[in-house]
């Protein structure tokens, strides 16, 4: 079986969110649950995808349908965005998949379409599910807390954010957002104030136990295209800057998540950030020192999310 090493959303290595690729091989099965995690564990990525082959090979050596399953340290999970774009980044690399196709990938979350670029992959994701916006004003507190942020620090700015691209005035609220995987979506008032969270991981663990998510998605506007571009610091190309916890999983923070970038771009639609039809891009994992660029393209309740892999190494493993 071959084995990869690749960091997704980024052309270097060394940036973006590190993944284990284990191709399986044609007429090859998955290994039993168990030898998957511990290899997971391992590997110590916070994910690692397991290729399985659905369909023959052409004439070129090429396939279109796969089954890939995903496993952090401690479990299975339904899907992985950045471990996708790891994954069908290796098998362009190795020659079975082809650039400019459109092949099959069968997930634990559902059936997924992925978009073979010269040098950058895109992703299906779920139509969305909302399972509530947080408003009770003493959870907010608790929640922001539990990030190391003061609520009073956040709330007023994020009411003024939404006022000044076109929404309602209510203010950008924490909302429990699934494109696959369940994720809060937590509105942060500044790039300052994103850069110093400092979750409190036990209760944070236990908090996200209890409302059943995976992760704390936090974004700001501030700096990006929506809150003034370059002249705040910032990028006018970039629609939010992210970090995003999931000490449920075993992992503290992330470099990338792609699923979690595809409810983030769905929750700015909802709340009149960006329109039905919009070309996003959000950068993620710079307090890590792994900056990452995940892509995506809205065209109403229809999202893709992908971007570039950068291959650090390949090989065998014996499983």
Same mark, same amino acid.
């Not at 003061?150 to 994020?158: H, S, T």
């Not at 506007?221 to 929506?226: E, F």
């Given at each position: 079986?071959?084995?990869?090493?690749?960091? $997704?959303?980024? +052309?270097?290595?060394?940036?973006?969110?590190?993944?284990?690729?284990?191709?399986?091989?044609?007429?090859?099965?998955?290994?039993?649950?168990? *030898? &998957? =995690?511990?290899?997971?564990? %391992?590997?110590?990525?916070?994910?690692? $995808?397991?290729?399985?082959?659905?369909?023959?090979? !052409?004439?070129?050596?090429?396939?279109?349908?796969?089954? *890939?399953?995903?496993?952090?340290?401690?479990?299975?999970?339904?899907?992985?965005?950045?471990?996708?774009?790891?994954?069908?980044?290796?098998?362009?690399?190795?020659?079975? *998949?082809? @650039? #400019?196709?459109?092949?099959?990938?069968?997930?634990?979350?559902?059936?997924? !379409?992925?978009?073979?670029?010269?040098?950058?992959?895109?992703?299906? &994701?779920?139509?969305?599910?909302?399972?509530?916006?947080?408003?009770?004003?003493?959870?907010? =507190?608790?929640?922001? +807390?539990?990030?190391?942020?003061?609520?009073?620090?956040?709330?007023?700015?994020?009411?003024?954010?939404?006022?000044?691209?076109?929404?309602?005035?209510?203010?950008?609220?924490?909302?429990?957002?699934?494109? /696959?995987?369940?994720?809060? &979506?937590?509105?942060? @008032?500044?790039?300052?104030?994103?850069?110093?969270?400092?979750?409190?991981?036990?209760?944070?663990? %236990?908090?996200?136990?209890? =409302?059943?998510?995976?992760?704390?998605? @936090?974004?700001?506007?501030?700096? /990006?295209?929506?809150?003034?571009?370059?002249?705040?610091? #910032?990028?006018? !190309?970039?629609? $939010?800057?992210?970090?995003?916890?999931?000490?449920?999983? !075993?992992?503290?923070?992330?470099?990338?998540?792609?699923?979690?970038?595809?409810?983030?771009?769905?929750?700015?639609?909802?709340?009149?950030?960006?329109?039905?039809? $919009?070309?996003?891009?959000?950068?993620? /994992? %710079? @307090?890590? #020192?792994?900056?990452?660029?995940? =892509?995506?393209?809205?065209?109403?309740?229809?999202?893709?999310?992908?971007?570039?892999?950068?291959?650090?190494?390949?090989?065998?493993?014996?499983?």
């Amino acid at each position: 079986m071959k084995l990869y090493i690749a960091d $997704a959303f980024t +052309r270097e290595v060394f940036g973006g969110n590190p993944a284990g690729v284990v191709i399986l091989g044609e007429g090859n099965d998955f290994p039993e649950d168990e *030898v &998957m =995690r511990k290899t997971a564990a %391992e590997l110590r990525y916070s994910e690692t $995808a397991f290729v399985k082959f659905l369909s023959g090979a !052409d004439a070129d050596g090429a396939y279109d349908k796969f089954n *890939v399953r995903y496993f952090t340290p401690a479990a299975e999970v339904d899907l992985c965005g950045h471990a996708t774009i790891a994954t069908f980044s290796c098998l362009r690399e190795a020659g079975l *998949v082809k @650039a #400019g196709t459109t092949v099959f990938n069968k997930t634990l979350a559902g059936d997924l !379409d992925i978009v073979i670029g010269e040098d950058s992959i895109l992703m299906d &994701m779920a139509e969305p599910e909302y399972s509530g916006t947080i408003t009770d004003e003493t959870e907010l =507190r608790e929640l922001y +807390r539990i990030l190391g942020l003061d609520y009073e620090d956040n709330i007023p700015v994020l009411e003024e954010q939404c006022l000044a691209n076109g929404g309602d005035g209510s203010g950008l609220k924490p909302e429990i957002v699934s494109t /696959g995987l369940p994720d809060i &979506m937590l509105p942060v @008032a500044t790039r300052e104030e994103l850069a110093k969270m400092a979750p409190d991981f036990a209760a944070l663990t %236990e908090y996200t136990g209890k =409302r059943e998510v995976l992760s704390i998605h @936090a974004f700001t506007l501030d700096g /990006g295209k929506h809150r003034g571009g370059s002249t705040r610091g #910032g990028r006018d !190309d970039v629609d $939010a800057y992210c970090r995003d916890f999931a000490p449920i999983c !075993d992992i503290d923070e992330e470099a990338a998540t792609g699923t979690a970038n595809g409810s983030l771009t769905h929750y700015l639609q909802r709340n009149e950030i960006i329109p039905s039809k $919009a070309e996003c891009l959000f950068i993620q /994992g %710079e @307090a890590m #020192g792994r900056p990452s660029e995940i =892509r995506s393209v809205a065209d109403g309740p229809s999202i893709k999310v992908g971007g570039s892999a950068a291959i650090l190494a390949e090989g065998e493993i014996y499983l």
